[in-house]
């Protein structure tokens, strides 16, 4: 799942996909590019994951990465909002395929 939230507002993109790589990421950058508008310029706190520091990202021109210091995950603010869905939401659970883990993330996520 790749998310962003507003902190001031709540409002939220997310993306389920099933892996992580540098092509859905720049898919993600774009929903969110749209979402916000051409006249609204944000900054995307992210981790140094392969997929953040790939040469191959496009960056939209209406937002700016803040990258956080190598291994401090406990930086970023979405973490504890994924830590929150793994307990509350997405734990301790079978799913019976594909359909039903990616029905389960969208639900968890709305929630």
């Known amino acids: 799942m790749y998310g962003a939230v507003n902190p001031c507002n709540g409002d939220s993109v997310a993306l389920l996909a099933p892996t992580v790589n540098t092509f859905v990421m720049n898919q993600h950058l774009r929903m969110i590019s749209e979402h916000v508008g051409p006249d609204v310029h944000m900054v995307l706190v992210m981790d140094r994951a392969g997929w953040h520091m790939s040469k191959g990202l ?4 209406n937002i700016t ?3 956080l210091p190598p291994y401090s995950p406990e930086l970023n603010p979405i973490e504890r909002l994924w830590a929150w869905l793994k307990s509350q939401q997405l734990s301790n659970r ?3 395929d594909y359909d039903d883990l990616l029905n389960s993330g969208c639900e968890a996520w709305n929630t």
Request: charge should be neutral; hydrophobic fraction near 40%; glycine fraction near 0%.
């Open 58 to 61: 496009r960056v939209p021109e």
């Open 65 to 67: 990465l803040l990258h």
């Open 94 to 96: 079978v799913y019976t």
